[in-house]
């Protein structure tokens, strides 16, 4: 069974939203589930999900997913273990490159993941055969010299990152959860073709 791992800062935000929606959107699609967890790279561990996540999800009518959740910290267990790993910003995976830099070839942020898949040979929907995760990740990586990135507008911000918006502003946080929600969506299409 796949192991996709998720990062982001606290676990509380970013990643256990796109966590529990990538779980929930590949055993509905793939008609089988996935393991799909979530830690932070600075988590304090057993934290709930913010308030505006657990909205979402119950919109999502998957409030008890929401409810059960517990911030962990990453550690290189949880790397070593993963057969994917997405991050929310390039920091994260700075991060898990630190705990194992052999996890490197596997780990990607959600938004580069998405947009080295559209440099696939048979991009998603276009009759892409079917095959295991370790294939596709293996695309992607070596697909990374391919991708050209528009410049950065913002000061220590990349196109890959999707902002921590959670204490800047409610609109900031909602944006950034939008964008992971629309991430995932397209995730989703990507994976499911490695089931």
């Not at 709930?48 to 999502?60: A, D, K, N, T």
């Not at 942020?109 to 048979?122: H, N, Q, Y």
Request: hydrophobic share 45%.
């Amino acid at each position: 069974m796949p192991r996709i791992l998720v990062v982001c800062t606290a676990n509380v935000c970013r990643s256990a939203y796109a966590g529990m929606l990538l779980a929930h959107r590949l055993a509905v699609r793939v008609g089988e589930p996935w393991v799909v967890t979530s830690a932070g790279t600075l988590a304090v561990a057993g934290q709930s999900v913010c308030p505006v996540v657990l909205e979402r999800m119950e919109r999502e009518q998957l409030k008890d997913e929401a409810l059960v959740h517990e911030s962990r910290r990453l550690d290189h267990d949880m790397v070593r273990r993963a057969d994917l790993i997405l991050t929310a910003d390039t920091s994260h995976r700075s991060s898990v490159a630190r705990l194992d830099a052999q996890a490197t070839r596997r780990t990607f942020t959600m938004l580069e993941a998405v947009k080295l898949g559209a440099l696939l040979p048979a991009p998603v929907g276009a009759g892409r055969s079917a095959g295991p995760l370790s294939d596709l990740v293996g695309e992607l990586h070596s697909a990374r010299p391919r991708l050209v990135l528009p410049p950065s507008h913002r000061r220590h911000r990349s196109p890959l990152d999707i902002e921590d918006g959670h204490n800047i502003s409610g609109i900031a946080h909602s944006s950034a959860l939008r964008q992971v929600h629309d991430t995932v969506d397209r995730l989703v299409e990507l994976l499911a073709v490695a089931s």
